[in-house]
């Protein structure tokens, strides 16, 4: 199951893989306009660790950890 999330000029991709019954393990990969430097995951699916969580959850706390990594890539929203 994916979903794509739009997060400051970025594309936050969340993959969710089965476990058990109504659990997931959560991935997310995040896209960028353009490739920035110093930045050595850009593209890469990373996992959020934690899990597994329900549903609604993985998709919950992957996008959080997809909105952290780009606040940390491009510094504060004033």
Known sequence: MQRTVNYRGFEIDVDLVPTSEDMFDTWF???????????????????????PFS??????????AGQASIDVILGPDD
């Open 29 to 51: 990969r995040i896209q960028g306009p353009t490739p920035t430097p110093g930045v050595a995951a850009l593209g890469l699916r990373i996992k959020v660790r934690g899990g």
């Open 55 to 64: 549903r609604r959850w993985a998709y919950f706390v992957a996008e959080i």
